[in-house]
């Protein structure tokens, strides 16, 4: 019997329907009695796809709206944070999760009336793991059609979260409509969701029409990939100021990933609804294990700061508000996170604690280097300064994203380092960090504390991932201060309160579906 494990997907979005104008221009409705008027909505977001290939990185994957009706995936998680059929009918595994048989509906067509087969899914996993643009596939062993609509994945390992993820990862559609386009996809995609896209522009426009021939039923799907909307037009606005005109204009009905700078003038306005769900994404500091740095074998140094650093200084200055503290490296959606530990003592701001900790450190007044990008630059002066309230001096290494990457996993460029990461699992954001395994200079800090490597591979099976062993690991990384989690953002969606709406449906972050709410 399949072993399921969840992991929250940023489904961040809102409702609202326009009526088109004899000019091509757009306005905000008024609501009708007519429950079979066609119903559109525009939404407003900073960032979009650059590319329709269902061959993609994970950069801009999880976008709401878009990554839920461009392509349609094996496997959905729904509003309780369960991993559903969508594309696959069922699965199971009869060796614990290093293999899985699967099986998909056998009526599944695109919008050109292409039928869905097993050949398909092999196909599209195996491209997709010979491009290598998703890390998850390196996991994937081998791919097999078992049958017409069946086929057997064989993993590497039995990683928690490895199998989920492949299901949500899979962007399914034909190896027949791919190849008569000639094109990869690029511009132009034919798949097997509800909609269809009837316009594309790369970073700016993605338009979509409600399909008459939709292959499933609705009552086989979960309430959040049910079509209640017609036509959906996504613009991309990258400004965050121009996202805040946009709403208030009428030109689009709702803004999802609404950034905090100009989401704020919503907050109490009574016209608007501004919604807040956590992130799936936290903003953490990272100390360098490379011998030689002062971080590297002083523990009570690294509490010392974490104590210093004043969080909630940092969500008002960097997040007007909006985000919450945090209670471990890993943001709270990853799967496996206790609910315990929010209630737990976390380092809190505590500038005679940090003094104490570093009276008991080794510390002698050396510099110690931040390292962070342009983006995390307020950040990291709030850091500095409250480093330098308790006598510890920093200073401030501010790179381009592309000088960063390449030097990330290198512990002797830096002795802390500001990072946004992730991790479907607590497995997953191990793996990333601490395990001294993951990469040939030790932990992505360049630390080899094998200690910890162990405990980490007691926990990584499906068998290995109980709350004892979570919290074992939980506790030691926090006692040892190898990684501190600052804070986690709250996502952010407005739209107008008139525009119709009579049911919310949300999703597993508990953010709504604009295309599944309900309207008048």
């Known amino acids: ?30 609501k009708t009695e007519t429950a079979t008027k066609p119903i559109e909505i525009d939404v407003g977001i900073n960032t979009g796809w650059d590319t329709l290939s269902p061959f993609r990185s994970n950069v801009g994957n999880n976008l709401p709206v878009i990554s839920t009706i461009t392509y349609e995936t094996l496997g959905y998680l729904d509003g309780d944070n369960k991993l559903v059929p969508w594309v696959a009918k069922e699965w199971k595994t009869e060796d614990n999760g290093t293999s899985y048989d699967i099986t998909i509906w056998d009526y599944i067509t695109d919008s050109e009336g292409n039928k869905i087969t097993s050949e398909d899914i092999v196909w599209v996993v195996e491209e997709a793991k010979a491009k290598a643009l998703k890390p998850n596939f390196k996991y994937v062993d081998a791919i097999e059609a078992t049958g ?20 949500t990862d899979v962007l399914v559609c034909s190896k027949t409509a791919y190849e008569k386009a000639g094109d990869e ?19 700016s426009i993605m338009a979509y029409e409600k399909r008459n021939d939709y292959w499933q039923k609705d009552e086989l799907l979960p309430p959040q990939l049910r079509a209640t909307v017609d036509k959906v037009t996504v613009h991309v606005i990258p400004e965050a100021a121009q996202l805040g005109i946009a709403l208030e204009t009428g030109v689009v009905d709702f803004v999802m990933n609404f950034p905090a700078s100009t989401a704020v003038q919503f907050d109490e306005d009574p016209a608007y609804t501004l919604q807040k769900a956590k992130s799936r994404n936290g903003m953490q500091i990272y100390f360098s294990g490379a011998e030689g740095k002062p971080v590297a074998n002083d523990k ?40 315990a530990w929010l209630k737990e003592e976390y380092y809190p701001y ?28 307020t950040v990291a002066e709030i850091i500095q ?25 290198d512990g002797t460029q830096y002795d802390m ?10 497995a997953n954001h191990w793996n990333t960090r601490y395990d001294a395994r993951s990469y040939k200079t030790g932990d992505a800090t360049s630390r080899h504390d094998m200690t910890l490597a162990d405990m980490l591979s007691e926990a990584y099976t499906v068998n290995g991932f109980t709350p004892e062993n979570i919290n074992k690991i939980h ?3 926090k006692d040892e201060a190898y990684g501190y989690g600052m804070y986690q953002p709250n996502m952010l969606a407005a739209w107008k309160n008139d525009l119709g709406i009579t049911e919310v449906v949300s999703d597993n972050i508990k953010m709504v579906v604009p295309t599944a709410c309900k309207y008048n």
């Open 475 to 477: 506790n030691y990384i």
């Open 185 to 203: 996809f690029v511009n132009q995609c034919v798949t097997t969701s509800v909609y269809k896209i009837t316009e594309f522009v790369s970073n």
């Open 417 to 426: 380092f500001i990072n946004q990461v992730g991790g479907i699992t607590l």
């Open 1 to 30: 019997m399949a072993v399921v494990l969840m992991v929250a997907l940023s489904l961040f979005v809102s409702c609202g329907k326009k009526e088109a104008q004899p000019n091509g221009t757009t306005a905000t409705p008024v």
């Open 385 to 409: 300064n409250c480093c330098a309230a308790v006598g510890i001096k920093v200073k401030l290494d501010l790179r381009q994203m592309a000088l960063i990457t390449a030097i990330r996993l």
């Open 350 to 377: 505590s500038v005679e604690k940090a003094k104490e900790c570093l009276a008991k450190s080794n510390y002698k007044g050396e510099e110690l280097v931040l390292l962070g990008s342009s983006t995390t630059k």
């Open 300 to 339: 009570y140094l690294r509490q010392a700061i974490c104590y210093a650093i004043n969080n909630q200084l940092l969500i008002n200055a960097v997040l007007e508000g909006f985000g919450e503290e945090m209670h471990d490296s890993a943001a709270t959606y990853a799967i496996g996170y206790q609910e």
């Open 148 to 167: 017409e609509y069946s086929v057997k994945v064989t993993f590497n390992n039995n990683l928690v979260g490895v199998f989920e993820t492949f299901m």
